[in-house]
């Protein structure tokens, strides 16, 4: 309250405050506008000192951008600013940037339009494959063989000849010739080549599929675009023509469910095409499309709809409460049957529910917990049916890491072996062993790089991950490894 603002005069010397005075005198008035203007060029002439400082130290900085930075076409000026027109010129900029980008999405539209017209023109029609055919047959080189027919690359080359000239550099060219193993006569395999063909075209025909779906033009789709592709692609699909209305939005996730769990390691939501169409999941699915599949082929096909029923109907079975989502208790009965349940142990199911997506309801009593949803639970069922694929032991390995160090140590499995030791107490069976025989036993059949730890790369190049995560994880898997030789058929035997 009592401090006092000295006096300018105080501050600076009689020759300061005098000198000050005759440069204002001399200084025209200026109006605000201008003043602003002044500054802000000062300003850009400092900014563009700095930066010519800055690319004679490095002259990188020409090449590589700031990321932090907001690129500008154009430096900053008044223009921008209120006051003097200033609103105006602003309001012009802006229309100038919606303009440039509506032109840039016309750009960005034709050339995707352009680009599956390319492809289309690619595609070989069901006629023309009619006559590869028949011309490669046709131009068959001796010696024949009425069960393997070969042509030699003269005869392949007249097949190009009679072939429209737009496929020719893409399916009949020396490299594609090359691609098949040679007999003693330089000769390839008609039907290998054939086959060839058609899974390249059919390949073709899903990739300008695909691009329509492609609304982020990226070159990947996410899982709506995926899900919406799936549902345009059911018709085609005569396996699955009795596919009822209500189970339709299951369907969808189930089959969609197994692309993200393969080819989205890294859980981004989003997979490249290119993985896609070069999976074996795609050509799985796409098998659907023949009318002629048998019903064990259908029982192990995961898109098939007997497949997607027993999924489903498993997950309600669990469900014991009804409420849409699984609780540790009901997970524990993952492929168990009835009480005791099955062979899983609970501190693995609860290290699925710490680090696996879940949701947080009240329990009858209105107690909170966490319960996992559908999506979840058809993760947890991908990377038990598939447990020696590194997808699935990454997943696994996720769960063991209890430190999320990147490694798992003696102490780890001790920990998790230990309660397959008690979930064998709980099944009446005797174990017969020692968690240390078991700890030692696991890191020799790993062999890992570091005698001191396990690390994924390690569990998954062992070729025993799967073995190696049953034993740590269910008291089941554990006793067919520890009995092997006992349950192994003796010859002699039925």
Known sequence: ?????????????????????????????????????????ETERIWREREAAELRRDPTFA????????????????????????????????????????????????????????????????????????????HASPPASPLDERIDYAGFCRVADAMPARLGRHFFGAEHFLRFPNDPWGRVS??????????????????????????STDGTLGERELEQWVSDLLPQLPALRELREEFFPFYKVTAVRKFFFFLDPRRRGRISLQKMLSSPIMHELLELRRGDLGQEEL???WFSLEYAEMLYSDYLELDADQNGMLSVGELMRFRGGAPPGGG????????????????????????AQSELDYKSYLDFVLAHSYKGTPEALTYF?????????????????????????????????????????????IFDMVKPADPRYITLQDLINCRVGDTIVGMLTDAHAFYQHDRREELMPHDGEG
């Open 1 to 41: 309250a009592g401090l006092k603002v000295k006096p300018m005069s105080s501050v600076l010397s009689a020759a300061d405050v005098d000198r000050l005075r005759r440069y204002a005198t001399r200084r025209p008035a200026q109006s605000r506008e201008a003043a602003e203007a002044e500054v802000q060029a």
């Open 63 to 138: 090449q590589i951008p700031r990321f932090h930075l907001k690129r500008s076409h154009a430096p900053p000026t008044s223009a921008h600013r209120g006051g003097g027109g200033g609103g105006a010129r602003a309001s012009a900029a802006s229309s100038a940037d919606d303009q440039r980008r509506a032109l840039e999405e016309g750009v960005g539209k034709l050339a995707r339009r352009r680009l599956r017209e390319h492809m289309l023109s690619l595609m070989l029609e069901p006629a023309e494959l009619d006559e590869c055919w028949r011309l490669l047959r046709a």
């Open 190 to 215: 008609i039907v290998h080549y054939f086959c060839w063909l058609r899974s390249k075209t059919a390949i073709l025909r899903t990739r300008i599929e695909f691009s329509i779906y492609d609304h």
């Open 299 to 301: 029982r192990q096909n």
């Open 344 to 367: 899983l142990t609970a501190p693995f199911v609860q290290r699925v529910f710490q680090e696996c997506h879940t949701y947080r309801t009240k329990s009858d009593d209105g107690v």
């Open 397 to 441: 390995f996720k769960l063991l890491d209890l430190r999320r160090a990147g490694r798992l140590l003696g102490l780890d499995l001790a920990y998790f072996f230990r309660a397959v030791l008690e979930k064998f107490d709980e099944l009446g069976e005797e174990p017969n062993c020692l968690v240390a025989d078991v700890q030692d036993e």
